[in-house]
C-alpha cells in the first residue's frame, strides 16, 4: 500500500519561511517524478512546483519563482519544499504527489499524471 504523507505546514508571518517534508512508502520513489500543489479556500487546487525523478530539472508556478525551492533526498525517500519570504496569498493547504512517471513538464499538466497524493499540510502566512 502506498502512502505519502506531508509535514512542516503551520502558521508564519510574511516575510518568513517554513520547509515542507514529504516522505513515501510502498513507492519506488526514485522512479517517480514528484510534485507540491496547493489549494486555497474557495480556489481550485493549482500545481506549484514538480520535480524530475532524478532532480534533473524542477518547474515552479510563476507566483513562487525565486521563493520557492523544490528538492529531493532518494536514499529517503522524501521530497521538500522550501518556502521563503511567505506571503498571505501562499495561504493554501498544501499537497504532496507523485507522478505515474520519471519526469514533469508544466506544473499546469503535472495533475493529470498524479500516482497518489498526500493528505495535506497546512500553510498559514499572516500579514
Known amino acids: 500500500q502506498v502512502q505519502v504523507m506531508e509535514s512542516g505546514g503551520g502558521l508564519v508571518q510574511a516575510g518568513g519561511s517554513l520547509r515542507l517534508s514529504c516522505t513515501t512508502s510502498?513507492?519506488?520513489?526514485?522512479?517517480?517524478?514528484m510534485g507540491w500543489f496547493r489549494q486555497a479556500p474557495g480556489k481550485e487546487r493549482a500545481g506549484v512546483s514538480c520535480?524530475?525523478?532524478?532532480?534533473?530539472?524542477?518547474y515552479y508556478a510563476d507566483s513562487v519563482k525565486g521563493r520557492f525551492t523544490i528538492s529531493r533526498n532518494n536514499a529517503k525517500n522524501t521530497l521538500y519544499l522550501e518556502m521563503n519570504n511567505l506571503k498571505p496569498e501562499d495561504t493554501a493547504t498544501y499537497y504532496c504527489?507523485?507522478?505515474?512517471?520519471?519526469?514533469?513538464?508544466?506544473?499546469?499538466?503535472?495533475?493529470?499524471?498524479?500516482?497518489?497524493w498526500g493528505q495535506g499540510t497546512q500553510v498559514t502566512v499572516s500579514s
Open positions: 520535480i524530475a525523478h532524478n532532480s534533473g530539472h524542477a
Open positions: 510502498g513507492l519506488r520513489f526514485n522512479d517517480h517524478a
Open positions: 504527489a507523485s507522478s505515474r512517471g520519471f519526469s514533469c513538464y508544466s506544473v499546469r499538466t503535472m495533475g493529470n499524471d498524479v500516482g497518489y
